[in-house]
């Protein structure tokens, strides 16, 4: 409730001031670009980052219901038997 309190606060004393902020839809993969060209040039470790942001990007990539990466050839049906 109280974060719904801030949120009406912030945005009503936003409009009294003339300011606005046009929100802004940006996928991870966008995100991840923008901040790799920021972190090459400020960072020593950006070689991390982009290891990070690659594991980031392949945990929360679309997948098909009941698989996953690290499924190999498991058997997902649920029977046991393993054929």
């Known amino acids: 409730m109280k974060w719904r309190m801030f949120q009406a606060r912030a945005w009503l004393l936003g409009r009294q001031r003339g300011v606005f902020v046009k929100p802004v839809s940006t996928t991870l993969p966008e995100l ?3 901040y790799i060209e920021y972190a090459k040039l400020h960072k020593r470790s950006w ?3 982009v290891q990070m942001l690659g594991h980031l990007q392949e945990f929360s990539a679309p997948r098909n219901c009941g698989t996953s990466p690290h499924s190999g ?3 997902t ?3 046991g ?3």
């Open 47 to 49: 070689k991390r980052d």
């Open 81 to 83: 038997s393993g054929k």
């Open 32 to 34: 991840g670009e923008r």
């Open 77 to 79: 049906n649920g029977s």
């Open 73 to 75: 050839s498991r058997n």
